[in-house]
């Protein structure tokens, strides 16, 4: 007898021998990916010469080798703390990030997916895994990740702003206005100080004089009054502190030193790197200047975690947040004097916070533009016009007069929209160019001139209007329609005042219009969503009479994740479902309708309800489906009326007979979606009588925010108790009528089947 080998260690015992053997060897040698082999402490038995060449390693190298000593330290403690027991848990892990340190020291990022064989005992015998290079992946998620914090940064710049907006909306003084715009502008850009010097208002001109305007100091945060005091003094003695033009950063150097040596020497003694001078604009009209210092921070309570000499920058992103800043604060420091100046435009403003109110609470758009014309006159105008554009062109949604008697005036001008308007009416003129069109007397040759017939031309001159103004509405650079106001003789002309409050009411307006546009929009993309995933009325199955009823839920989207299906299979065997994706969104309406695609192609076997569940338990993860549902699957000849039915999590299917009603018994499994169950689903088999109803049914018939499941499961088999008919469709109605009325918080989707006698 010759000499027998001795057995290597690392062969293992003979079922792993003849695992490593049938590897197919070309494939596995040249394959695309790492493969490697290892025994359940880690240590590699085997590798493909692509994994042998991506580490930089020879296979003899290889050999013997913990695959964790591969890994780099992040990796290792991952794979000893995280993926090693994930793998002797489950048996498999899947694209586990780690980067594999090569021969010669570099790193090399892999995604990981190892399954665990194991013995009949359900002992470990070998690590199979493989190794996809993922450093392209790598550098997208990277790439991801800067655009996510980009994002981020970019909305909370956005949410500045509204902050901005919001609070200086409140304001009713200059100092309120400045206070807000310091402090807010100063945790935007997390500048050490900031203060507001205003010109002293110059009316009648576009712009100051170039010589420098008095200037005052309005609010001021988080600087030193030292060096508060020689930027006023700065600012007293030059124009580049309150100047109009764009955003500008003044950094700390010698051109600061030359023109206020004072000023750079109190910035250097508190750290202060650089000014940032943002011009407050309001209409062409240079108002002062907010100025921000970068730099060591004070005593705010800001950190800051920039380097020294850093600080004195400013993003792009920044500049632009703080010139809108600037531009809002103009806008204010206008409205706000326009307030103080006189009591009628405070009337005027009231006015507006009424319209805010008016059009929060109100329902669609056009009951929106109706009672928004009844609250502009009189208050604003004696004529209110709200012409809308919408998918099938313009038509007027409102039309008020402030006399009862000349209302019917309007009434009959109702069909004369824009697009029955010549093109030199005020209205077309302010859509065709985007703003505000203000006719300051309205004479009797004009009105000539914009009617379109005799009778347009009488009715115009018995409104006896003296002038007329016309805001485009515009969402987004949108025209979304035109608000028309006028004043009559007894009124008197409209003020530049009135024409402002009407361009602000045109503006809360257009918002109000593009919301409810963009809901009846989303309105009918879901009704539309909806009617397209469900399935058709079920077809005519002989022996058997079904009806089907789905009902959204009384909020929202109108769109859910309530399914049912009937199929008729092969073999004279009809196959039923109900189900029900968690949530009440787009979402959910998507993952219905894979889940029924999916079920429909699962049928093409004719597999029993409880391999239904288990094969589509075993692959929800390859589906990639974002949500958990429960369903319920039934298969029923209607001949022999065997019935078979199975439960993922789903409420027990309720049977109808002359007798009563009754819940069957069918024991539910885990639903769709959450962790596999130990073991297959049970199912549920008897026969379905000769006159009896099935009824498959989802939660939202019985279940409700003010009564619970055993309440409503009663209630259920109440109401079919003494129902009295073996109509499907009756019976669907009854239940419907007694269980669903009023307002319902989910969708219902409810199926019934009957066998006919």
Request: net charge negative; with cysteine.
């Amino acid at each position: 007898m010759g000499e027998q080998r001795r057995p290597d260690r690392r062969e293992g015992p003979a079922g792993l021998r003849r695992l490593l053997e049938e590897d197919p060897a070309d494939l596995y040698e040249n394959a695309p990916c790492g493969y490697f082999s290892a025994l359940p402490d880690g240590q590699v038995v085997k590798a493909n010469r692509t994994f042998c060449e991506w580490t930089g390693r020879p296979l003899g190298e290889l050999l013997g080798v913990r695959f964790q000593e591969l890994l780099s330290i992040g990796g290792r403690v991952f794979y000893e703390t995280h993926l090693a027991p994930l793998l002797r848990m489950q048996g498999m892990v899947r694209e586990a990030a780690l980067d594999v340190v090569r021969a010669d020291g570099s790193l090399l990022p892999c995604l990981l997916n190892a399954v665990e064989v194991r013995d009949a005992d359900g002992a470990p015998l070998l690590v199979r895994a493989t190794a996809f290079e993922a450093t392209s992946r790598r550098r997208y998620e990277r790439a991801l990740l800067a655009a996510q914090r980009a994002a981020a940064e970019s909305e909370v710049r956005a949410r500045t702003l509204q902050e901005v907006v919001s609070e200086v909306s409140a304001a009713t003084s200059a100092r309120d206005v400045a206070e807000v715009i310091v402090r807010r502008s100063r945790e935007a850009v997390r500048a050490s100080g900031a203060a507001l010097w205003l010109a002293t208002e110059r009316r009648g001109t576009a712009r100051p004089e170039p010589s420098v305007p008095p200037i005052q100091l309005v609010a001021a945060d988080g600087i030193p009054s030292d060096l508060l005091e020689a930027m006023e003094s700065a600012a007293l003695g030059g124009a580049e502190l309150v100047r109009d033009g764009g955003v500008h950063v003044v950094p700390l150097g010698a051109g600061l030193r030359a023109v206020w040596p004072g000023l750079a020497a109190a910035m250097a003694d508190t750290g202060q790197e650089a000014l940032v001078v943002v011009p407050v604009d309001a209409d062409s009209r240079h108002l002062g200047a907010l100025v921000l210092l970068l730099g060591v921070v004070g005593d705010s309570g800001l950190i800051d975690l920039t380097p020294p000499g850093e600080r004195g920058t400013l993003a792009r992103a920044d500049a632009d947040l703080l010139a809108t800043v600037g531009r809002q604060a103009g806008q204010a420091l206008e409205r706000v004097r326009l307030h103080e100046e006189t009591v009628r435009h405070a009337e005027r403003s009231a006015f507006l916070l009424d319209a805010a109110r008016l059009m929060a609470s109100a329902g669609d758009v056009g009951q929106t533009a109706e009672r928004l014309a009844e609250l502009a006159v009189p208050r604003l105008g004696d004529v209110c016009v709200v012409d809308l554009t919408g998918e099938h062109g313009t038509s007027r949604h409102a039309a008020r007069h402030g006399d009862p008697a000349r209302q019917p005036l309007l009434d009959e001008l109702g069909d004369r929209n824009l697009s029955h308007l010549a093109a030199s009416h005020p209205a077309v003129q302010a859509v065709e160019l985007g703003r505000t069109v203000w006719i300051r007397q309205v004479t009797d040759d004009w009105l000539a001139e914009i009617t379109a017939d005799a009778r347009h031309l009488e009715v115009g001159r018995a409104l006896e209007l003296v002038d007329m103004v016309c805001v485009p509405l515009v969402a987004d650079g949108r025209i979304l329609g035109v608000l028309t106001l006028g004043s009559d003789r007894r009124r008197g002309p409209l003020t530049a005042a009135d024409v402002e409050v009407a361009e602000q009411l045109a503006l809360q307006l257009s918002q109000v219009v593009e919301k409810g546009q963009r809901l009846e929009l989303e309105t009918r993309t879901s009704h539309t969503l909806q009617a397209n995933l469900l399935p058709p009325a079920p077809p005519p199955v002989a022996g058997l009479a079904a009806a089907v009823r789905y009902l959204p839920a009384s909020r929202g989207a109108d769109v859910g994740g309530d399914f049912y299906d009937v199929v008729p299979l092969p073999g004279d065997q009809v196959a039923l479902a109900v189900g029900d994706v968690v949530g009440h969104d787009v979402t959910a309406a998507a993952v219905m309708g894979q889940l029924r695609s999916v079920y429909r192609a699962l049928l093409a076997d004719r597999p029993p309800p409880s391999a239904v569940i288990d094969r589509l338990q075993a692959g929800w993860s390859l589906l990639s489906l974002q949500r958990m549902a429960t369903a319920l699957f039934a298969t029923l000849d209607p001949g022999s009326g065997r019935l078979r039915v199975a439960s993922a999590g789903h409420l027990a299917p309720l049977l109808v007979t002359r007798g009563g009603a009754e819940l069957l018994d069918v024991r539910p499994s885990r639903m769709l979606g959450a962790p596999p169950a130990p073991g297959p689903a049970v199912e549920w088999a008897g026969v379905l009588s000769r006159g009896a109803t099935l009824v498959l049914y989802t939660d939202g018939l019985v279940e409700s925010r003010d009564a619970d499941l055993d309440r409503g499961l009663t209630a259920l088999l109440d109401v079919a108790a003494r129902s009295g008919t073996a109509d499907p469709d009756e019976l669907c109605d009854r239940l419907l009528a007694e269980l669903a009325g009023g307002v319902r918080a989910d969708d219902v989707a409810l199926l019934a089947i009957t066998r006919r006698p």
